[in-house]
């Protein structure tokens, strides 16, 4: 009896040899099996049925063969590739000739591109102005409160120098 519960801790722990799972096997099989063992009795009876199991015998696959190809296919895919190369063709031609560049001011489209940079740069520096402008009234706030700071220090030293002549 102790002899089965040191193989069986062995087997849960995985440690267990050949020879000791045969051992347990041949245990379980028979018909003197301990009521404390009984749980595992369907473990182990299991085993057997899977014995006498057999695995299905594979079939090789034979290799499908390609349809050979006739003549009107041969035409029908060099047609098809002569078609989709003029496609690609004209439409990448299309495309290069569409991005030309172009600005429109004012309703008008103007093609030189010497002139659509000094229209953007007039009207990023016009954006810049009126930015400058919105922050001043932020700059001002500024000065002030570096002036509302000198006046605190020098009304602080005068408390302090107060606080000093009444003591």
Avoid: C, W
Avoid at 115 to 138: G, R, T, V
């Amino acid at each position: 009896m102790e002899r089965i519960n040191e193989i069986l801790k062995k087997y849960f722990e995985g440690t267990s040899s050949l020879s000791e799972e045969k051992e347990l096997k041949t245990y379980f099989n028979g018909q003197n099996i301990a009521e404390e063992h009984e749980v595992y009795k369907a473990v182990f009876q299991n085993f057997v049925s899977e014995k006498s199991e057999q695995t299905p015998q594979i079939t090789p696959i034979k290799a499908i063969e390609k349809p050979k190809r006739t003549f009107k296919r041969n035409i029908f895919l060099t047609i098809s590739g002569i078609a989709a190369t003029l496609l690609l063709m004209i439409t990448t031609a299309r495309s290069q000739t569409l991005s030309e560049d172009y600005v429109i001011s004012n309703g008008k489209r103007i093609n030189n591109s010497e002139m659509a940079q000094k229209l953007a740069e007039e009207k990023l520096s016009k954006s810049f102005s009126i930015i400058n402008q919105s922050m001043e009234p932020m700059d001002n706030l500024g000065k002030i409160e570096k002036k509302l700071e000198k006046v605190n220090k020098v009304s602080n030293i005068k408390d302090n120098n107060k606080n000093k002549t009444l003591k």
